[in-house]
Nanobody, 116 residues
Framework: QVQLVESGGGLVQAGGSLRLSCVAS????????MGWSRQAPGKQRELVAT???????NYLDSVKGRFTASRDNAKNAVYLQMNSLKPEDTAVYYC??????????WGQGTQVTVSS
């Protein structure tokens, strides 16, 4: 089992920045990719960013150029630097981990609210 704990959400004005952090514990040696997803009220959850153990990143089109995912394998941590935030980025953000054998884990979520 893997446990994920996020931190760093909050309220920010449009154009501002936030940095989310997530630390994994438990069976961390089984973790492969990590990333972030989000769910806005009334919408489906969407995958925002993923990062492999080797640092290869993929992003949702709407956040490319504004969000940057990073990872510290030694600390079992993943981060999401969010710049130029927009009101449409408002959502609960979840840390994700994909682990062997074919398991996916989520954190409890952290609220990000961007005011216009």
């Amino acid at each position: 089992q893997v446990q994920l704990v996020e931190s760093g959400g909050g309220l920010v004005q449009a154009g501002g920045s936030l940095r989310l952090s997530c630390v994994a514990s438990g069976s961390t040696l089984s973790i492969n990719d990590m990333g972030w997803s989000r769910q806005a009220p009334g919408k489906q959850r969407e995958l925002v960013a993923t990062i492999t153990t080797g640092g290869r990143r993929n992003y949702l089109d709407s956040v490319k150029g504004r969000f940057t995912a990073s990872r510290d394998n030694a600390k079992n941590a993943v981060y999401l630097q969010m710049n130029s935030l927009k009101p449409e980025d408002t959502a609960v953000y979840y840390c994700n981990a994909w682990a062997y054998p074919a398991r996916q884990y989520w954190g409890q979520g952290t609220q990000v609210t961007v005011s216009s």
